[in-house]
């Protein structure tokens, strides 16, 4: 929880910490609880929640007694109050919602990407599913902040573009955000998929405790995103969490199809799983071998794995059971390194396999990190799983718009 400032000139600031306030309560907030939250004085708070009412941020619950005098008006958020459009661009499909103040998906859909799919058709099929999420919310409309669009790294967050996506090489250079503009009439930020998806778990926490939490993503590729005291970790060119050539240790063989041997990010990639199940007669070679190019072919066949070992194929579950080893060899470090107590684990590819691979990933991990015996580490699945880039870009747009950060005072705000 972000404190505030009794300098009239941080007034904008200080909005921004009352709304936030408000935001993350569930069941209402007095002014008199703000004030003790935050370190403004009631006067404070009472001129900026008359404000936030004004602007149709805020509402007013109804009246509550709590314990002796007059009963205090509770405040709460309109989710009504504010909306933005999250697109996520991934090599298997596109996600876009549009989600309202509280970070609640209102609408959604999904755009199925062929392999190699001409950037220009897919920016057409993105057009009209936007189309398609607000069609039925015309009052939305008057309350649009803007599109956010997490994208594979690395990215030239300026020009709106990635640079060099491995797995979506067609795209390289495409300027995503001035396309969109232009097309959508609304403000556009592209920013990197696993930085909005941090992004989007720390928007939608309650309680006024600010997270630190590691996020991991695991979908086509791999990446990871930090939230430190409630703040996510930009870079300084916002490309923060590339890990394609961390090695780790493991005990698991390396297989014909890795390019970096040891490396992090191919050991639990869809690639290496599918064949690693390959090896072992989980799957079939044939089938493997025709879906080594295709992102969504690869996906396909990651959940006929899970599905295999969830009815009892001992080879499935073998090849699953190792991969829950090599997460735990990979995040072991990054845990020590960063010295968290929390791993978020979402994804696509995640939710595959979250149910049969997190608590024995969990278990090793507890017992491979070095700093096991000064906190423990929690690993929990990501509140929004397989859309939380998606919600993550939509809510960096309103996190622009509704957030506080300090370091917007001196013109430092990444």
């Known amino acids: 929880m972000q404190r505030g400032s009794n300098v009239p000139r941080l007034g904008d600031f200080n909005q921004r910490v009352v709304l936030d306030c408000i935001r993350r309560t569930t069941v209402g907030i007095s002014r008199v609880e703000i004030a003790g939250l935050t370190g403004l004085s009631e006067q404070t708070v009472s001129n900026l929640t008359r404000r936030l009412l004004d602007e149709g941020l805020v509402v007013e619950l109804g009246r509550e007694v709590n314990g002796p005098g007059k009963p205090r008006t509770m405040l709460g958020l309109n989710s009504e109050g504010m909306f933005s459009i999250g697109i996520h661009l991934d090599p298997v499909s596109v996600a ?29 099929g993105i057009v009209t599913a936007v189309e398609r999420v607000t069609a039925g919310h015309p009052a939305a409309l008057g309350r649009m902040m803007g599109v956010g669009v997490g994208v594979p790294g690395p990215i030239d967050v300026a020009r709106g573009v990635m640079i060099n996506p491995p797995l979506l090489q067609t795209w390289r250079d495409v300027p995503i955000a001035t396309l969109l503009r232009s097309r959508l009439g609304l403000p556009v930020c592209v920013e990197k998929d696993l930085i909005a998806a941090a992004a989007g778990e720390a928007w939608l926490r309650q309680g006024s405790t600010a997270p630190d939490f590691l996020y991991v993503y695991l979908g086509a590729g791999l990446g990871f995103g930090l939230v430190h005291d409630g703040a996510v970790q930009h870079g300084v060119s916002h490309n923060f969490g590339e890990v394609n050539m961390f090695i780790v240790q493991t005990s698991q063989p390396t297989l014909s199809c890795c390019v970096v041997p040891g490396s992090f990010a191919h050991r639990i990639s869809p690639r290496h799983l599918i064949h690693a199940a390959a090896e072992v007669g989980a799957l079939d070679p044939a089938e493997v071998e025709s879906a080594k190019n295709s992102p ?12 295999q070992a969830r009815d009892g194929d001992a080879a499935s579950a073998r090849v699953l059971d190792a991969l829950a080893d090599d997460l735990a060899a990979g995040l072991a470090p990054l845990t020590d390194l960063l010295d968290v107590n929390e791993v978020v684990i979402g994804g696509h590819s995640w939710a595959r396999y979250a149910d049969l691979v997190q608590s024995p990933m969990a278990r090793r991990l507890g017992e491979r990190a070095v700093l096991r015996t000064a906190r423990p580490v929690h690993v929990q699945s990501s509140r929004a799983m397989h859309e939380a880039i998606a919600i993550g870009a939509a809510t960096m747009v309103l996190d622009e718009r509704v957030s506080p950060d300090a370091r917007g005072l001196s013109g430092r705000r990444p």
């Open 296 to 307: 969504t072919g690869r996906d396909a066949l990651v959940a006929v794995l899970a599905q």
């Open 96 to 124: 876009v919602l549009m989600v309202n103040l509280a970070g609640e998906v209102v609408e959604r859909t999904t755009v199925v990407l062929e392999d190699d799919a001409d950037p220009a058709c897919v920016l057409d």
